[in-house]
């Protein structure tokens, strides 16, 4: 009896390291900035920006990266992940995006110091912001700009951004929320240039 029990411990042994060995290996991701434009000009001065706070939708604060694979079903890719938590990449790259696109050299990540200046602070609340069944990705997000010192609501807007995938794997999907996460902080952007004009 005892030599059956060990002979059927070193199988199982040998099975789950067997299955172990065949498990693919994860793969991590992370949003992009765009491109810097050298012939962008300053707003008019050093403005000085805040970012965030950004909020993202409990179904994203997870590792693995959904993806949607109808209307009321998401699919969570165990080997396919963010390199770091989704809101602090979301928020880190919205606010390179700002400091290439309004341009600033003064962009401070909420939350900041109380010695730090801000002329105006950008938030968001993300509701949306996966892939869809049918190829493209999707931001749906509800943002404001604030004049830091009055707490006057320059500009505000919900809207959203969807983006063609152009392939079937991860990095095409990341690359297109990249895309998407541009093209909200060119709105921000454009918000911020025209605030600064009045």
Known sequence: MRHLLAQYLIVATLSMLAGCAAAPPSRFYIL??????????????????????????????????????????????????????????????????????????????????RSTTIDYQAVAEVSRFDADASGNVVLSVNWKLYRERSREVVAQKKTAFTEPVGGTGYTEIVAAQSRALAALSREIAGAIRAAESR
């Open 32 to 113: 992009s900035h765009v491109e810097a434009d050298a012939s962008a000009q300053p707003a008019g001065r050093a403005v000085a920006i805040g970012v965030g706070p950004v909020e993202l939708p409990m179904y994203l604060d997870r590792p693995q990266i959904a993806v949607r694979s109808g209307a009321h079903e998401l699919l969570y890719s165990e080997t396919h992940r963010w390199a770091e938590a989704l809101q602090d990449n979301v928020t880190d790259v919205l606010a390179e995006n700002l400091a290439i696109l309004v341009p600033t050299d003064n962009v401070a990540v909420f939350p900041w110091g």
